[in-house]
């Protein structure tokens, strides 16, 4: 089944010129030039990525990302003029996967996306049969077979990379990760990006989990405490 793509973006070329590229690659494209018009679409078919312009008339893709992360983890690359670092933490915060700064060449828009489908891909497959379904410490459990987050028996919402931060943690708790380390555990090798990703995405698991036994390793990174493990 192919993969369908979601291209909302103003400029006809670029849109036009993307969505050619993806079509020989096998996708199937639906090409929207506005934030409303693509939401109100997705109602009807929910597209397997979203490819997002930030300078919409009307809502603007930073809007339409937080739309789509309130209710979906489908992946989401943003494209945008703007160059600042600023601009990109913004975007991930919001939940974007990837950032991609015009002008750029279509086939690395390709490229990544096709990287994107297989890292999304591959963390729906258990390739380890002896991998555990399940991780506890303290009040916080995680199934990793189905993805899902319990903070004192209550399940918790999170984005997909906010539980493969957890899982990466509580797999190894104790341990101390660099922020380098975890960017290129959750982000993939060939992101550029500020490990600032790594701090702002801390923040937002912290703030759904009051408690988490998440913490900081100044001038380093994070580690999952687990205090029975010490004893």
């Given at each position: 089944?192919?993969?369908?793509?979601?291209?909302?973006?103003?400029?006809?070329?670029?849109?036009?010129?993307?969505?050619?590229?993806?079509?020989?690659?096998?996708?199937?494209?639906?090409?929207?030039?506005?934030?409303?018009?693509?939401?109100?679409?997705?109602?009807?078919?929910?597209?397997?990525?979203?490819?997002?312009?930030?300078?919409?008339?009307?809502?603007?893709?930073?809007?339409?990302?937080?739309?789509?992360?309130?209710?979906?983890?489908?992946?989401?690359?943003?494209?945008?003029?703007?160059?600042?670092?600023?601009?990109?933490?913004?975007?991930?915060?919001?939940?974007?996967?990837?950032?991609?700064?015009?002008?750029?060449?279509?086939?690395e828009l390709v490229a990544r996306v096709k990287r994107l489908f297989k890292r999304v891909d591959a963390t729906?497959?258990?390739?380890?049969?002896e991998q555990k379904d399940f991780f506890q410490v303290g009040d916080l459990r995680l199934d990793a077979q189905?993805?899902?987050?319990?903070?004192?028996?209550?399940?918790?919402?999170?984005?997909?990379?906010?539980?493969?931060?957890?899982?990466?943690?509580?797999?190894?708790?104790?341990?101390?990760?660099?922020?380098?380390?975890?960017?290129?555990?959750?982000?993939?090798?060939?992101?550029?990006?500020?490990?600032?990703?790594?701090?702002?995405?801390?923040?937002?698991?912290?703030?759904?989990?009051d408690g988490l036994p998440v913490e900081t390793v100044w001038g380093f990174g994070y580690r999952l405490r687990?205090?029975?493990?010490?004893?």
């Amino acid at each position: 089944m192919k993969h369908h793509i979601f291209i909302v973006e103003d400029d006809t070329n670029i849109r036009d010129i993307v969505a050619a590229y993806l079509k020989k690659e096998g996708y199937h494209v639906s090409t929207i030039d506005n934030a409303e018009q693509a939401w109100q679409l997705s109602r009807a078919e929910t597209p397997d990525m979203w490819i997002l312009d930030i300078m919409l008339p009307g809502m603007d893709g930073y809007e339409l990302c937080k739309k789509i992360r309130q209710e979906s983890e489908v992946p989401i690359i943003i494209i945008s003029a703007k160059d600042e670092e600023v601009d990109k933490i913004l975007g991930l915060e919001l939940g974007s996967d990837d950032y991609l700064t015009k002008p750029f060449s279509p086939r690395e828009l390709v490229a990544r996306v096709k990287r994107l489908f297989k890292r999304v891909d591959a963390t729906h497959v258990d390739h380890d049969s002896e991998q555990k379904d399940f991780f506890q410490v303290g009040d916080l459990r995680l199934d990793a077979q189905d993805r899902r987050v319990f903070w004192k028996g209550q399940e918790v919402e999170v984005t997909a990379k906010e539980f493969d931060m957890l899982h990466i943690l509580i797999r190894n708790q104790n341990r101390a990760f660099a922020r380098e380390e975890l960017l290129a555990l959750i982000w993939g090798e060939d992101y550029f990006g500020s490990d600032r990703a790594v701090d702002d995405l801390i923040k937002r698991l912290r703030k759904k989990i009051d408690g988490l036994p998440v913490e900081t390793v100044w001038g380093f990174g994070y580690r999952l405490r687990n205090e029975e493990e010490l004893e």
